[in-house]
């Protein structure tokens, strides 16, 4: 019962580690159409999100934890738009470094995966209760 209550602890963290994946990708695709205000100012930067494994000593068993979320230092898009305020003396603006086809890839990944880890707390869940009832009869 021990190893089941372990199994959804770790699963747990991969919730909570895809649940900040979702927020970060969500973030990216809302500003996906941003362009800054003025001239000079960079637009949005996309970001980005790594994972790390984690011992955790009470448990017994590596967890994953999100180790940081970092910007994307790829070169932003540059869209032709003489009439906009933030456009430079080429008539250019610079516009997100966020590619929506990429970030809807990266939020079904990262769907699924927290699905996945659901799924493994639930069936961890549900073989407790089911050794509960085997011990109480």
């Given at each position: 019962?021990v ?5 959804s602890?770790?699963?747990?963290s991969g919730?909570?580690?895809q ?7 969500s ?9 800054a205000?003025v001239?000079g100012?960079d ?5 980005l999100?790594?994972f ?11 967890t994953?934890?999100?180790r940081?979320?970092?910007q994307?230092?790829s070169?932003f898009?540059k869209r ?11 008539g250019?603006?610079l516009?997100?470094?966020?590619n929506p ?8 990944e990262?769907q ?5 880890n ?6 961890s869940?549900?073989?407790v209760?089911?050794t509960?009832?085997?011990l109480r009869?």
């Open positions: 019962m190893e089941l209550i372990k199994a602890k770790i699963s747990a919730l909570k580690a649940a900040e994946r979702l927020r970060v990708i973030e990216n695709l809302a500003n996906a159409g941003s362009t205000k001239q100012q637009p949005y930067r996309r970001k999100v790594t790390a494994n984690e011992l955790d000593r009470a448990l017994g068993a590596r994953v934890k999100v940081q979320v970092t994307d230092k070169e898009i032709f738009d003489p009439g906009h305020p933030a456009a430079d003396k080429d250019y603006v516009t997100p470094n966020v086809l990429i970030e809807l890839a990266d939020l079904r990262a699924r995966s927290y699905e996945a659901l799924s493994a707390i639930e069936i869940k549900s073989m209760q089911r509960v009832e085997l009869s």
